[in-house]
């Protein structure tokens, strides 16, 4: 018998969680109710319960620290935690220390009965498990074939690949499925959460949670396969009529069990996106084209929606009318003067243009996007802005399934384009400066040499013509009349510092004419070197 403890401080729910369940039906038995976080620790280092069903926060210890301090005792303690709050840092910490399960209150008699058979699944026998495992490798070994779910994933990289089988036999003994119905359709769901949230252990939990509602909510169809790709799960149906009769309502009770993780997971938006029915196997890669195009509708239908391909809008529109010859010609003058605000304002028109547009699509919203990306960085490489194109523009279109407004990806899309070319300035202008730093420290070190621009020239590795106008752009004033400033300066200090002569401080900051040196120091500070000598020394 596995060994339960319950810790609540609401004793009622203690109690309501002993009646919720049969416990010797399912091979367990209480050992111990705990109304708070010490209490609860006690009968853990008495009983050493295999389970341990537990609040969040609790007086004494909250259920984070229980299961911290259990687990030191005890590493294979199996937590569940059952919260009225719907606090993300609590439920993103209990998903990292490795609970089995975080349950929501009301506490449901199937969700905890589910979890603790998921449990109990887990604790069988090693022994039965490793001959289970055995046989399952001998069987795939021998008749090569896949799992489930790598239908879809082949699907995935190749949609024709259903049409290559004759038979349904052929693609059931090929994939391990089952089907044998007449009909065919895709589900997708999507789930977005802010980038803070979206690590890597949230995102599997999340994902895991939607399979499992899945695999619950279409229980009654002749066959599903179910597989997770890149941050999406697919679902493929197989039912007969009578099974897709109450798709809808499914469908309704699925979107409203998303939506109750937002309890959890307060920035989460899911996407649901459906593909037509079809009515022979060998169409099924059709269905990958519909939800991937059905997904793209989260645009222009937005957050939490439900998007049925056989629904969204056909229209026949052209790139053109919103791109058009003057509206290049504008961006590609914007990017030659890096006119960024000219940019911005250009694209917000744009965008407000297909926002209110009738028989606007998410697919065609994606071409005019794309088709901006590709004028955009054309226009930087012909007027020799260089750039890693190929990435960069990838990395940019990649960003467009995470939107669901057309606002928000021609928003995004502007910020890019702004950002690149502030970049790209920014370390031209890093570059351009370099040869005029080096010449700076090299006139500090050396203000007491005869400098010529050929000089300098050598020194920054550029002709002395183009040395002289980039040093007057960069600094503002002239190679001679920075030098001469270096002169000066350190002048002044010998003649505060030291008791040299007028004469030899002259040659010492590198000026060999004493008129000449007078006549700068008194321009440079509106008195002769003696009578400066005079007033500061």
Known sequence: MLKVLIADDEIKVCRLIQCLIDWKSLGMEIVGVADDGMNAYQIIQKELPDIVITDIRMPGYDGLELIKNAKELKEDICFIIISGYSQFDYAKRAIQYGVSDYILKPIRKKELEHTLKTILMKKNDKEIQVLEKEAIITQLSSTERKLKGHLINELLLAPGK???FSTMDELNQEYCTDFHAPYFQLVCIQP??????????????????????????????????????????????????????NLKRTIKKIKNSLLTLRDVFPDLNTI??????????????????EVRDAMLEKIIYGSNSVID?????????????????????ELMLNIET?????????IQQLSQRLASAPGISGKFTYLIFKDLVDTYFYGTKHFGIQADKEQLQEQILENFSDFCSVEEAFRFLSKEFIRF???????????????IRTAKQYMHEHYYEPLTLEILGEVTELNPSYFSSLFKKETGTSFIEYLTDIRIQNAKQLLITTSYGIIDISEEVGI??????TKLFKKATGLTPTDYRKLFS
């Open 162 to 164: 259903s049409a290559d």
């Open 421 to 435: 070319l502030k970049e790209w300035q920014d370390k031209k202008q890093n570059q351009d400066s370099k040869p």
């Open 338 to 346: 890096f006119n960024t605000e000219g940019i911005q304002e250009l």
């Open 309 to 329: 391909y056989s629904k969204i809008s056909k229209g026949n529109l052209s790139c053109d009318a919103f791109v058009d010859a003057s509206f290049r010609k």
């Open 192 to 245: 977005i959460m802010g980038k803070e949230y979206s690590n890597i252990p949230v995102s599997n939990f999340l994902l895991a949670k939607i399979k499992d509602l899945l695999s619950e909510s279409f229980s009654s169809f002749c066959e599903i396969s179910i597989a997770t790709v890149d941050g999406q799960v697919f679902c493929l149906l197989n039912g007969n009529e009578k099974d897709f009769q």
């Open 512 to 517: 060999n004419n004493l008129k000449y040196f």
């Open 272 to 289: 649901i996106a459906l593909s037509s029915m079809k009515n022979h196997f060998q169409e099924i890669g059709e269905c990958i084209y």
